[in-house]
């Protein structure tokens, strides 16, 4: 996935794709649901736009298809950081504070 070379208007579409998907199993209302929508709609809207007249690409499906590979894939990795973090709870392997992390910038 290196090779694709990703933009910054790319990475700002997948931040967005990912923020705004929301999942099936969870109970948001309907009128969260089709916020969600509509903001999935514009921001794949802006992406078509983007290619279209700022690169000059007419044949993007190839790149679409990677784009939402990557996204795939970093739901994939971010399950099994979750697993991680439950079995380190569970069997008392490490804590992980984020509140005392370099992180954060706490005036104490």
Known sequence: MKSLKLT?????????Q????LPDDEDYSEQTRLVAEEVSEQI???LHNYYLYQIGLTNYAHRLVNLTKLIESSK???NAK??????ARIFYLFECD???SELFDWKE
């Open 8 to 16: 910054e208007y790319e990475l700002v579409y997948l931040i967005a």
């Open 18 to 21: 990912i923020l705004w998907t």
């Open 76 to 78: 994939v990795v971010l």
């Open 98 to 100: 984020l509140t005392k």
């Open 82 to 87: 979750k697993d991680v973090f439950i079995l």
């Open 44 to 46: 794949a809207s802006e």
